[in-house]
Nanobody, 121 residues
């Protein structure tokens, strides 16, 4: 059984920064292939960043601003976000990723609570 716990969100002004953390656990779980997804009010969930082995993917909307990383020994995945923009406001989730840049994570049954990121002046 996979468990995912996101943290690190909050309220920040445009131009600010946040680092999100994802703690992953499970008897058959690893963090070699992981993604960060977000869902904004009134919008579909989207993939914003993914990591697969040594390869990292970023959506055009966040490229150059977000950085995904992991600590495999601790089963942790991180998302450094700066500078933040108002359009980054969303609930952010971590989950597995299949390597498809168009993935919305629809294949995954379990999602954590997510962490709210609000970017507003």
């Amino acid at each position: 059984q996979v468990q995912l716990v996101e943290s690190g969100g909050g309220l920040v002004q445009p131009g600010g920064s946040l680092r999100l953390s994802c703690a992953a656990s499970g008897s058959i779980f690893g963090v070699r292939v992981m993604g960060w997804y977000r869902q904004a009010p009134g919008k579909e969930r989207e993939l914003v960043a993914g990591i697969k082995g040594g390869y990292s993917y970023y959506a055009d909307s966040v490229k150059g601003r977000f950085t995904i990383s992991r600590d495999s020994d601790k089963n942790m995945v991180y998302l450094q976000m700066n500078p933040l923009k108002p359009e980054d406001t969303a609930v952010y989730y971590c989950n597995r990723w299949n390597g498809d840049p168009n993935s919305r994570g629809t294949a995954y049954n379990y999602w954590g609570q997510g962490t709210q990121v609000t970017v507003s002046s």
